[in-house]
């Protein structure tokens, strides 16, 4: 990568992996693309930034060829639990996103990152150990238009040449931009309450295991698939990655360890519970840690401090 293009950048990875890549490559190696949520001052200060709309191909095209892109990383999404509200508008624009990036890198013959998620799994998955190769019928539009989306990415490769990769994100535990209506949302906002009201409402059945990750390890595992060795790569657009399987009665447990007042009672959404019991409780990486040898850094000892240290300065501001 050496010029990159970020679609969805005032989103919950994109807020974060902007700043990140231009760490690694330079500030104006990155443009950040929004479109109606504002940009971080962080990242509208760190360097190019452009308003598209991921929807409108030729204004992308302009962008691409304007800064000499190389690399689409389409963040664009709407995810599991508003996905739900109107599925036919979750279906055209994230298959809608994905189908311009792939066009306009076929063009100039470049690279697309698009990410996947546990959502692509469905309740006939195994749950336990869910392997890297298996059935996948979910039964949410997210989940269906993440399978089409990793497909349609291979498609690209095998057809056109074009560089697709990609990894299937568990749910991603942030410090820094709150979730917009996943199912693992829980997992961020335990943390801001557990600071602010020594108390959480979960909507989650406790024992409700699922695959988390922390914004850090995210973000490298987009970085690391993108500069592997193409040679290595056999899955390229689907690669389970993950970090830890929790659920919320360990989170609570181990955030009692730093704030031994905090409870935790629950009121159960039966759309995002009915939606998480379809994903799996734990993802089989093998073929991640074998093809460009992916290895997570935090465990959840490590993200619970890490995560009570910068939101208590930040809820203080």
């Not at 990894?167 to 557990?194: F, Q």
């Not at 592997?228 to 790569?233: E, G, N, R, S, Y």
């Not at 899955?235 to 659920?247: D, G, K, L, Q, Y």
């Not at 935790?264 to 093998?286: F, G, K």
């Amino acid at each position: 990568m050496k010029n990159i293009l970020v679609l969805g950048a005032a989103g919950q990875i994109g807020s974060e992996l902007v700043p990140y890549l231009r760490k690694l490559y330079g500030s104006n190696a990155v443009v950040a693309a929004y479109r109606s949520t504002p940009l971080t001052m962080e990242i509208q200060e760190g360097g190019p930034c452009e308003n598209l709309d991921a929807m409108e191909a030729d204004k992308i095209f302009e962008v691409v060829k304007k800064y000499s892109i190389d690399t689409i990383i389409n963040l664009v999404a709407v995810l599991s639990a508003k996905g739900e509200a109107n599925p036919l508008n979750a279906w055209n624009i994230n298959m809608g996103s994905l189908i311009n990036s792939l066009e306009i890198m076929r063009e100039v013959k470049g690279a697309v990152f698009t990410p996947s998620s546990i959502g692509a799994f469905g309740p006939s998955t195994p749950l336990d150990n869910t392997p890297q190769d298996t059935i996948m019928r979910p039964t949410t539009i997210y989940g269906i238009s993440k399978v089409a989306a990793e497909l349609w990415s291979d498609y690209y490769f095998l057809k056109y040449g074009v560089d697709t990769r990609g990894v299937r994100y568990p749910g991603i535990i942030s410090n820094v931009t709150l979730p917009g209506g996943g199912t693992t949302d829980y997992a961020v906002e335990i943390y801001y309450e557990a600071i602010k009201n020594k108390h959480y409402t979960c909507y989650l059945k406790p024992g409700t295991y699922l695959d988390m990750m922390y914004m850090p390890d995210a973000m490298r595992a987009c970085v690391e698939l993108m500069e592997a060795d193409p040679k290595k790569l056999k899955h390229r657009n689907c690669f389970n990655v993950t970090a830890m399987s929790i659920e919320p009665e360990m989170i609570a447990k181990e955030i009692r360890k730093h704030i031994p007042e905090f409870t935790i009672d629950y009121q159960i959404d039966p759309v995002r519970q009915s939606i998480a019991e379809t994903w799996p409780n734990s993802m089989d990486q093998t073929a991640a840690m074998e093809e460009w040898d992916w290895k997570p850094e935090y465990d959840l000892p490590a993200m619970t401090l890490d995560m009570l240290k910068v939101l208590s300065q930040k809820l203080k501001k």
